[in-house]
């Protein structure tokens, strides 16, 4: 049991899946500082084919990487067979991403059943359930598979605390032993977080997640966050579907580089995207501004009212890549974005 990782340790997922979990096991860990990946993902996919790495993996964003920036030239001599669970969570996993890995790497020895799509969080110490196979549903969410022996998962209506059924949308709720019993120092929030209970069952508490998501005969399908979810005109729109049409709807936007969320307005609230451009690509501004609206709009219905593109690499991110869709929204509203237009957000 090896294990290579370049997630920070304040990271849940570096922290319990990197170190905790092979230390527990009895096994090995490899540890690379996450600007070596970020500067030249290649390394490590090198330092898996090393040390001949059993497990490894990261948010989806990670996987995207790979896919665009390292040329065919450079993978030639990647042995990556040792890999048996490459692990995709900590973000939403993609199922367009999972297809692209497995085609580009699978020529260089990597299991075809290797892609291991997951969801957890840091109040349940890290995993609540992971795939053995990659399925998707017919809106193209990614199965996260289903939770361990003696954990629960249940889809709840967040404002009646009542269950729902099977394929109904809801607030995901966890019980089993390795739910946290709450935050340090904290009880008003652990109690409203880690001891709230269903109106029919009295007996268990649960952690409330904020996700969002639905059951399929016991296999967890998240849908997104609950903070993050935009109701616009009545109808919901998840930020994350938003973004992924605007990074494909034009060649000089960059993988996983946008964020998407409601700003408030005197009528009402409106929809947003912050893009990145790619640097070869700032020529292109209107063209890309364009795309997006189109792509949005034909592919959700949903009416951009602001399209804003900014320099690649500018984004507001955390330590582990994944995009602060909330700090962006912030900067926007402070004007702090650096907008390709020249004009102050």
Request: with cysteine; glycine share 10%; proline share 6%.
């Amino acid at each position: 049991f090896r294990v290579v990782g370049w997630l920070p340790l304040h990271h849940d997922m570096g922290l319990i899946g990197n170190v905790l979990h092979p230390l527990y096991q009895g096994g090995e860990c490899t540890l690379m500082a996450p600007e070596t990946f970020l500067m030249r993902p290649l390394r490590w996919l090198e330092a898996i084919d090393r040390y001949r790495a059993t497990t490894s993996g990261a948010p989806n964003f990670a996987y995207e990487l790979c896919v665009e920036r390292i040329p065919e030239a450079k993978r030639a001599g990647l042995d990556l067979s040792s890999w048996k669970v490459a692990f995709n969570g900590a973000e939403p996993v993609r199922a367009a991403t999972l297809a692209r890995f497995a085609a580009v790497f699978e020529p260089h020895g990597l299991p075809p059943r290797a892609m291991t799509p997951c969801y957890g969080l840091a109040e349940a110490t890290l995993l609540v359930c992971a795939a053995e196979a990659v399925e998707v549903d017919p809106a193209g969410r990614v199965c996260c598979g289903r939770p361990p022996a003696g954990t629960t998962v249940v889809v709840v209506d967040p404002e009646t605390r009542r269950a729902r059924p099977n394929g109904e949308e809801g607030e995901l709720w966890v019980h089993g032993p390795a739910v946290a019993s709450g935050y340090h120092r904290a009880p008003d929030a652990s109690a409203h977080t880690f001891r709230a209970r269903l109106d029919e069952d009295d007996a268990r508490v649960f952690l409330r997640t904020g996700d969002l998501g639905y059951l399929d005969r016991g296999r967890v399908y998240v849908t997104g966050r609950l903070k993050d979810l935009m109701i616009l005109g009545g109808q919901n729109y998840y930020p994350q579907d938003v973004e992924a049409l605007t990074t494909q709807a034009h060649p000089g936007l960059t993988s996983g580089g946008a964020a998407a969320f409601a700003v408030d307005d005197p009528a009402g609230e409106r929809a947003v995207v912050v893009a990145e451009l790619h640097r070869r690509n700032t020529e292109d501004a209107a063209a890309a501004r364009d795309a997006v609206i189109s792509a949005v709009l034909e592919g959700l219905g949903l009416s951009l009212s602001e399209v804003v593109l900014i320099r690649q690499g500018t984004l507001p991110r955390t330590t582990s890549g994944k995009v602060r869709r909330g700090a962006c929204r912030e900067a926007l509203l402070r004007g702090d974005l650096a907008r390709l237009d020249g004009m102050t957000s």
